[in-house]
């Protein structure tokens, strides 16, 4: 029998979820996926920042996270074994741990002023070698230490490390790194009120919640020697390590928000991407199941997923590379996926700009995907698609240019076209593209020559839906309005182009 695998996404909701931190939550979520019922994914929320880790900041990091369809097992709103989930909520575990490391003698109070510890590290520098903490007060007798602690002197809480040897980072991804422990020097675990710091915390959480891998940014490296010597201070298993790569932007540039046009989740999802596609691609980033295969659906990325295959090296993102999968996502979806997934976007994440709500509201999403399923490659484009439909009617600006270019040949395409669309007994697709085809026919012009006036005539759009798609959705009425309209105009400007004798 295959044994429980339990791995753990940590979020701070002090921000938006970066893609870097999406990445590393996606190979957790896939990896403990991967093992059916024996693996587990949980999510712990790290909210000790009270300034930054409100109410609201914690709703929306977990909106985002369920938007990315990232489902946990354990957790915010789901709870558990292991409750409390909150950092926050969970002081009485980080106490008691606090009193083991001082039973054992792995933990003493530090009293160092920050004088001398700046001091210390100038003379370091100074000397051009590391800069370790001496450790003065690591053999205080402990008698001594907490009479100056009830005195109420200033202290924090070190770990005592060992002086020599090392202590080695068995990891899935880079293999075995040594650190001298004597480089490592006594750190600190927590403050004078018990108040826990982010290495002692992390352990404590992990191994009360048996979490068994531990998936995260190689940025993380260096703390994991102390995390390693606090587990086995403790007494507890040490979990296997996989430290992933840096996510980088296609200019090789660490991802910013002022470098990179999107470097968080919550952009992602205001821009219609699909949450399979995300997935997938930022499951390539760093990861390939074969080196060649691009399009994933979630299912086969699960069984794929092999977090040994990850690469050493920073790897980039390829926003469009991301847009491509997207279109393929959005196109592979059932009519009715498609449509739930439009509907979310339009309610939870469409911008409120009225111009732009205007053209998503105009028809609703089935409509919407007989239209342009098979054309966009986001949800944030359907408004674009379907803007020729809102009234009042009006050219833009290339639109009209455009139109205006194919002069006496597309007044006599918008002619001809209007007396047949007139002549139909019924405005169905199968009759609109007949009419459409038999104008090329009877002009003796290529498809091309006909249907660019008319598409720009119909919907005063370089970008549009299928033709016969869009003036069915126009109606007749409205339709036929249009292409005589826009015959009259472009007429008109054809003649005062003519120079006059």
């Known amino acids: 029998m295959t044994s429980p695998v339990r791995v753990r996404f940590a979020p701070s909701p002090t921000g938006t979820l970066h893609l870097g931190s999406a990445r590393s939550a996606l190979f957790n979520w896939l990896y403990a996926r991967h093992f059916g019922e024996q693996g587990t ?37 789901v709870g558990g074994p292991h409750e409390p989930y909150f950092q926050s909520q969970r002081s009485d575990a980080y106490s008691r741990a606090l009193e083991e490391l001082f039973a054992s003698g792995h933990a003493y109070r530090a009293f160092d002023t920050k004088e001398q510890l700046a001091a210390d590290r100038a003379e370091a520098e100074a000397a051009k070698r590391p800069y370790v903490y001496v450790g003065a007060g690591r053999d205080l007798d402990p008698a001594t ?81 102390k995390q390693i010597l606090i587990y086995e201070a403790l007494g507890k298993p040490v979990p296997a390590f996989a430290h992933l790569p840096m996510v980088l932007g296609p200019d090789g540039a660490k991802l910013s928000k002022r470098r990179h046009h999107t470097s968080n989740v919550e952009q992602l999802a205001l821009a219609g991407y699909a949450p399979a596609a995300v997935r997938n691609g930022l499951a390539l980033v760093g990861w390939s199941k074969d080196g060649e295969t691009e399009y994933l659906a979630s299912d086969d990325l699960i069984a794929a997923f092999d977090v040994t295959r990850v690469k050493k090296s920073a790897a980039q993102i ?15 979806l059932s009519v009715e996926e498609w449509v739930a997934g439009y509907d979310a976007w339009r309610t939870e994440w469409m911008p409120a700009d009225a111009e732009f709500a205007a053209a998503a509201d105009i028809i609703d999403g089935r409509a919407a995907a007989e239209l342009v399923q098979e054309k966009v490659a986001t949800f944030s484009e359907v408004p674009a698609y379907l803007s020729f439909l809102v009234e009042p009617f009006t050219f833009t600006d290339d639109a009209w240019a455009r139109l205006e270019k194919t ?8 002619t001809h076209v209007t007396a047949a669309l007139e002549a139909l007994d019924a405005w169905e697709l199968d009759s609109l593209e007949a009419a459409l085809r038999g104008t090329c026919e009877a002009l003796e012009l290529k498809p091309g020559k006909v249907f660019s006036p008319i598409r720009f005539a119909a919907t005063g759009r370089t970008i549009a839906p299928g033709l016969w798609e869009s003036l069915h959705a126009l109606g007749r009425e409205r339709s036929l309005e249009r292409l005589a309209s826009a015959r009259d105009r472009l007429s008109a400007a054809v003649a005062a182009s003519v120079p006059q004798a």
């Open 407 to 414: 002069g006496e040949v597309g007044v006599t395409v918008l």
């Open 145 to 225: 230490s907490k009479a100056r602690a009830d005195a109420g002197e200033a202290f924090s809480v070190r770990f005592k490390v060992p002086t020599t040897g090392t202590t080695v980072v068995h990891d899935m991804v880079l293999g075995d790194t040594a650190f001298e422990n004597a480089l490592i020097g006594d750190f600190v675990v927590a403050r004078a009120d018990g108040s826990p710091l982010y290495n002692f915390a992390n352990v404590v959480d992990d191994a009360d919640m048996e979490i068994t891998h531990v998936i995260r940014g190689n940025d993380h490296l260096n703390n994991t020697p």
């Open 318 to 332: 390829d926003y469009k590379k991301l847009e491509w999968l997207n279109g393929e996502h959005l196109r592979a």
């Open 41 to 77: 994914y949980v999510l712990r929320i790290e909210d000790t920042d009270q300034e930054r880790s409100t109410p609201e900041n914690v709703d929306q990091a977990l909106k985002v996270f369920r938007w990315l369809g990232l489902d946990w097992d354990e957790g915010p709103g």
